[in-house]
């Protein structure tokens, strides 16, 4: 099959923008933009500018993790299908996102299984429900692009939100069974990647064996296997450098005596992926 003709930007935008002219919405985020039960992010998480995603980068034998909201009329069934284009090109994961209050939110954590295709219906007063998209992209698959839908049924109309996703050359290594320490529900998104990187850095030790049963399970397993890919990519001293500063601490000490989130928000890890994937320049 030949590989589906890359949508320009201003396409993609259109595209997903459209589906608030429907009187439904799909909303997409990245894994450290919590969506509250409001429509909106979770106060821990929220940030001037959060990262669109349109046409996020893949490493292959590795995961890549998006959230999602459904927004639907009330009462009403609604269902939920994700294709692609060539088909089955990544292995497609969905989980129902439970809701736990804390620190004085509801906060998305719990993951509930759910196949496809996916069939609910929101509660009255209910605004949305939020899903984690967990893909795994096989070592073989070709370094072309491929498309992405999130599709929506609802109110007798379909709703589309395309992604064109770009597998990279970049293999990940086989990772271990998962091991690390969680932070507590309410902390920012991108704590537990903190705790992550300072075993990792700092020389502590991971705390116990864990199972992928939260969504700050899922962020640790793909801070891990970001981190091993930076193992792999070498660099030594130099690279643990650049890890620090594009988080935007000072020095090693800084980081490593720290017990505050990084100072570039909750999704400052994002560049680093881009730099870990692709190559592309960190901040300093």
């Known amino acids: 099959m030949a590989a589906p003709v890359a949508l320009p930007r201003a396409l993609l935008l259109l595209a997903a923008s459209a589906v608030l002219l429907c009187g439904q919405r799909i909303a997409v985020f990245s894994e450290f933009q919590r969506p509250a039960p409001d429509g909106g992010i979770v106060p821990s998480d929220r940030a001037p500018v959060r990262r669109e ?154 705390e116990a064996e864990l199972r992928l049963e939260n969504l700050r399970a899922v962020i640790l397993r793909n801070a891990l296997q970001d981190l091993a890919i930076a193992r792999q990519r070498g660099g030594g001293e130099e690279l643990r450098k650049k890890l620090i500063r594009a988080g935007g601490w000072s020095s090693e000490e800084d980081f490593c005596g720290s017990p505050q989130p990084a100072p570039r928000g909750p999704e400052w890890w994002l560049r680093v992926r881009g730099y870990l994937y692709q190559g592309r320049p960190l901040p300093e």
């Open 53 to 206: 995603i349109l046409s996020p980068a893949l490493v292959r034998n590795g995961w890549a993790s998006f959230l999602f909201t459904v927004e639907a009329p009330p009462g009403e069934l609604y269902t939920i299908y994700v294709a692609q284009n060539p088909d089955a090109t990544a292995k497609v994961a969905l989980y129902q996102l439970e809701y736990a209050e804390a620190g004085g939110a509801w906060v998305p954590d719990g993951l509930k299984p759910v196949e496809q295709p996916v069939q609910a219906a929101l509660a009255e007063g209910q605004r949305m429900q939020a899903y984690l998209m967990d893909l795994f992209l096989p070592a073989s698959t070709p370094v072309e692009r491929f498309r992405l839908e999130i599709q929506l049924h609802a109110a007798g109309r379909w709703t589309i939100y395309p992604m064109e996703m770009r597998p990279t050359e970049t293999t990940a290594p086989q990772q271990a069974p998962l091991r690390g320490s969680l932070a507590p529900v309410q902390a920012r998104s991108d704590a537990t990647l903190m705790l992550a990187l300072q075993s990792s850095l700092c020389g502590d030790a991971p």
